[in-house]
């Protein structure tokens, strides 16, 4: 079994700062992409960022040059930096990895999600 477990979610006034965390973990073989997603109320759920397992990085065009995404290979985690937070960035923000697990059968590729942590800007 895999988990993402998220972290770092909060109420912050607008023009504020939070970081959030998401670590994997389980019987994990390798992490491709990681990424943030999120979902505002009545809303679909949306890209935020997405990494490579080499670096490459990937940006809603909404929160460019705001928001900063990351990864440390060696723990099996994702952050993300979001700046000069609005209210429109108020949401309930998700991990996903796409990865393979260790299994009876041999390497499995999945993509797996992590429970949402609620981001809240007041303005």
């Known amino acids: 079994q895999v988990q993402l477990v998220e972290s770092g979610g909060g109420l912050v006034q607008v023009g504020g700062s939070l970081r959030l965390s998401c670590a994997a973990s389980?019987?994990?073989?390798?992490?491709?992409?990681m990424g943030w997603y999120r979902q505002a109320p009545g809303k679909q759920r949306e890209l935020v960022a997405v990494?490579?397992?080499?670096?490459?990085?990937n940006y809603a065009d909404s929160v460019k040059g705001r928001f900063t995404i990351s990864r440390d290979n060696a723990k099996n985690t994702v952050y993300l930096q979001m700046n000069s937070l609005r209210p429109e960035d108020t949401a309930v923000y998700y991990c996903?990895?796409?990865?393979?697990?260790?299994?009876?059968?041999?390497?499995?590729?999945?993509?797996?999600w992590g429970q949402g942590t609620q981001v809240t800007v007041s303005s």
């Open positions: 996903n990895a796409d990865l393979l697990t260790l299994t009876v059968w041999g390497r499995v590729r999945n993509d797996y």
């Open positions: 389980g019987s994990i073989f390798s992490i491709n992409d």
């Open positions: 990494i490579t397992s080499g670096g490459s990085t």
